[in-house]
T-cell receptor, first 112, second 117 residues
Framework: SQKIEQNSEALNIQEGKTATLTCNYT??????LQWYRQDPGRGPVFLLL?????KEKRKERLKVTFDTTLKQSLFHITASQPADSATYLC???????????FGTGTRLQVTL | GAVVSQHPSRVICKSGTSVKIECRSL??????MFWYRQFPKKSLMLMAT?????????EQGVEKDKFLINHASLTLSTLTVTSAHPEDSSFYIC?????????????FGPGTRLTVL
């Protein structure tokens, strides 16, 4: 079965810096990969989706890359703000019954 | 658009009782709904996939008699935790898929915190 690992459980960075989160997967490459934000006690909120034939996707201060050779996706937040503090989850579409498999998540803390 | 609600947001019950959690898609019809559970500082674990008008498909290790799922309409799915025990205490989250997106985008509810005493 697909195994997904996100590089670290927690990441602390200073406001204004770029946060980089990593998502690694084993086995087959998914058709697409998604990133979600989850705040404490809340459900995940969809942020970005990147397809296997796309190298990079941007949305405002967010950027996602997808390297099917390395089996890795990177999620960047530029000019980070304290409001960006949350847990970020990557998720892979398994291709079976529309199911998503989620990574363990990285808790980002942006300090002043 | 694409709003999913859950009710209740928080429930505390005694061991042995049953608890029903509702998941509603408010502004779209959900052909498929998913139920997840999440333990503290852990990721979402898919419990079951629910399709309107048919039986739910449960993930390996999830007891279907313990976690009853009903998807009676295109906007409502319910999860009933039967004879709840303290180990069932968790954060339960539903999501819905309209079936119209080619990327199977899922829209998540706000979650339900279940505490079994």
């Amino acid at each position: 079965s697909q195994k997904i690992e996100q590089n670290s459980e927690a990441l602390n960075i200073q406001e204004g810096k770029t946060a980089t989160l990593t998502c690694n997967y084993t086995n087959y490459s998914p058709a697409y990969l998604q990133w979600y934000r989850q705040d404490p006690g809340r459900g995940p909120v969809f942020l970005l989706l990147i397809r296997e034939n796309e190298k990079e996707k941007r949305k405002e201060r967010l950027k996602v890359t997808f390297d099917t050779t390395l089996k890795q996706s990177l999620f960047h937040i530029t000019a980070s703000q304290p409001a960006d503090s949350a847990t970020y989850l990557c998720a892979l579409f398994t291709g079976t019954a529309s199911k998503l498999t989620f990574g363990t998540g990285t808790r980002l803390q942006v300090t002043l | 658009g694409a709003v999913v609600s859950q009710h209740p947001s928080r429930v505390i019950c005694k061991s042995g009782t049953s608890v029903k959690i509702e998941c509603r898609s408010l502004d779209f019809q959900a052909t498929t709904m998913f139920w997840y559970r999440q333990f503290p500082k852990k990721s979402l674990m898919l419990m079951a996939t629910s399709n309107e008008g048919s039986k739910a498909t449960y993930e390996q290790g999830v007891e279907k008699d313990k976690f009853l799922i009903n998807h009676a309409s295109l906007t409502l799915s319910t999860l009933t935790v039967t004879s709840a025990h303290p180990e069932d205490s968790s954060f339960y989250i539903c999501s819905a898929n309209s079936g119209r997106s080619s990327y199977n985008e899922q829209f998540f509810g706000p979650g339900t915190r279940l505490t079994v005493l």
